[in-house]
């Protein structure tokens, strides 16, 4: 899931670049998928346990091997917002929140393409 960062870069410009709601695009939307699964990756880190360090760490690597530096401060701020959340001790809670962390960040990332048609 975290290799999947190399579609990452695409995201970060396709975000940059304000759009219509009517000039969405399946890639996109892609662009907002591969945001949640960042997310995910992040969220699932942190209810495991896993020091932020490490995943910053792990998640750089693959980006800087990919030439997507810049994609790190996007990955910095999730990284920011997730540990401040709780570790829960159920997988069920867990589970909860992994996904919730994972269709908030989607959700965004497609409301600032909808939102672009108003600026």
Do not use: H
Not at 11 to 30: G, H
Not at 40 to 46: D, F, H, Y
């Amino acid at each position: 899931m975290i290799k999947k960062l190399s579609l990452f870069a695409f995201m970060a410009l396709a975000i940059s670049t304000p759009v219509k709601a009517a000039d969405i695009t399946e890639f996109d939307v892609k662009s907002c998928e591969m945001l949640g699964a960042t997310a995910n990756a992040v969220m699932t880190a942190r209810q495991r346990g896993i020091p932020p360090t490490y995943i910053r760490k792990r998640l750089k690597d693959i980006l800087v091997k990919n030439e997507l530096p810049f994609v790190m401060t996007m990955v910095d701020a999730y990284i920011t917002e997730a540990y401040k959340q709780t570790a829960y001790t159920t997988e069920k809670m867990r589970d909860w929140a992994i996904n919730s962390f994972k269709s908030d960040k989607e959700a965004e990332c497609l409301r600032y393409f909808y939102e672009k048609e108003d600026t």
